[in-house]
């Protein structure tokens, strides 16, 4: 056993003993790999020896290990192991980006990242949504990235007049982050409402191309509006998902009970 595999069994045993093994494994997994204790590129032991160090079932480190690789701590080389990754966390409470396997209750984590972000003047839904800004409105193009499964697109518009230190931001402090929570800590607007409108499109060349799809591939367009005190819009959103055998979640809504004045969602 090497010093990597001692840091996982050390964590491990020390939570608490009745929480669930696979949640108690993945949790010292993470801990190590924020400690240090396990550095990015490292090798995993295989699972079946993980489960003989730990003494646990093969299913519980199958479990535990499948869901560090979907959030993206962990990534598997077909051939060659599993490693750890660069260390992203999945947004939290997302309102738009919610995808389930049939049946689960459960959604898959959310990454993001940031593609383009630029000064645009002209007209579209956007403006018809947002209202004329004479300082035109920040695009932040993204790459959502969902649970490593597939891809989505997103261009988002701001009115610059309100949103224009946007521009100024650093970009690690908008990919990996909940939008909607920098709006409502940094501009004093949470949102409180979206609605959305869905429909099939051809999806544009650089859209496919970040969704990893053929040049004139058809996807799901869902343009959303979010608003927030005395129903003011302050964001619109062309939400762009490829076909997919994951269900989307449509209700817009927070996923953990709490009010919208959290500001919570992507």
Request: hydrophobic share 40%.
């Amino acid at each position: 056993m090497d010093a990597s595999d001692s840091a996982v069994l050390a964590r491990f045993h020390g939570q608490r003993a009745d929480a669930p093994k696979h949640a108690r494994l993945r949790t010292a997994i993470v801990e190590a790999v924020e400690a240090g204790d396990l550095p990015t590129g490292t090798k995993m032991p295989g699972e079946r020896e993980l489960s003989q160090i730990l003494g646990v079932s093969l299913g519980t480190t199958q479990k535990a290990l499948g869901r560090l690789v979907d959030e993206g701590f962990l990534v598997r080389r077909q051939g060659h192991g599993t490693f750890v990754g660069s260390v992203r966390r999945p947004v939290s409470g997302s309102w738009h980006y919610r995808f389930r396997t049939a049946g689960s209750r459960e959604d898959l984590p959310v990454f993001t990242t940031i593609l383009d972000r630029r000064l645009v003047n002209d007209d579209g839904p956007w403006s018809t949504a947002l209202g004329r800004d004479p300082k035109g409105y920040v695009l932040l193009r993204r790459r959502v990235d969902i649970g490593g499964k597939f891809v989505c697109a997103s261009r988002l518009f701001l009115p610059a007049t309100r949103f224009g230190r946007l521009m100024r931001m650093a970009l690690t402090r908008l990919s990996d982050v909940n939008l909607k929570s920098v709006l409502a800590l940094e501009f004093a607007a949470p949102t409180l409402t979206a609605e959305g409108l869905a429909r099939v499109i051809k999806l544009r060349a650089d859209d496919a191309k970040v969704m990893g799809l053929a040049a004139n591939s058809c996807g799901l367009q869902v343009d959303i509006v979010a608003r927030s005190f005395g129903r003011q819009a302050i964001s619109f959103q062309c939400m762009l998902v490829p076909p997919t055998e994951y269900g989307l979640v449509i209700d817009f809504a927070p996923t953990d009970g709490a009010t919208t004045r959290t500001g919570r969602g992507v």
